[in-house]
Nanobody
């Protein structure tokens, strides 16, 4: 069993910053990929950023320059620094991991999400 838990969401004014954290625990052999996604009301879930254990990071084009993702694959943790936040960044933010478990099978796991609300 593997759990991903996000933290760090909240209410912030436009132009402000937030830092999200995600920690994975449980029957983990290795995390291969970690990602941040978000889902705004009435919209589909979308990719924010993705990090591989090999060190590659990809961002949604619209978020480059404002959001920075980082990962600690030893601590099984991932972070998302969000700067210059805009009201349209309001969403539930989820972390996802492609995780090789102790059963030596890779599964995708999702966290429960953390709400980010940006007021104008």
């Amino acid at each position: 069993q593997v759990q991903l838990v996000e933290s760090g969401g909240g209410l912030v004014q436009a132009g402000g910053s937030l830092r999200l954290s995600c920690t994975a625990s449980g029957s983990i052999l290795k995390i291969n990929v970690m990602g941040w996604y978000r889902q705004a009301p009435g919209k589909q879930r979308e990719l924010v950023a993705q990090i591989t254990s090999g060190g590659t990071t990809n961002y949604a084009d619209s978020l480059k320059g404002r959001f920075t993702a980082s990962g600690d694959f030893v601590k099984n943790a991932m972070y998302l620094q969000m700067n210059s936040l805009k009201p349209e960044d309001t969403a539930v933010y989820y972390c996802k991991g492609n995780i090789l478990t102790t059963r030596k099978i890779e599964y995708q796991y999702w966290g429960q999400g953390t709400q980010v609300t940006v007021s104008s």
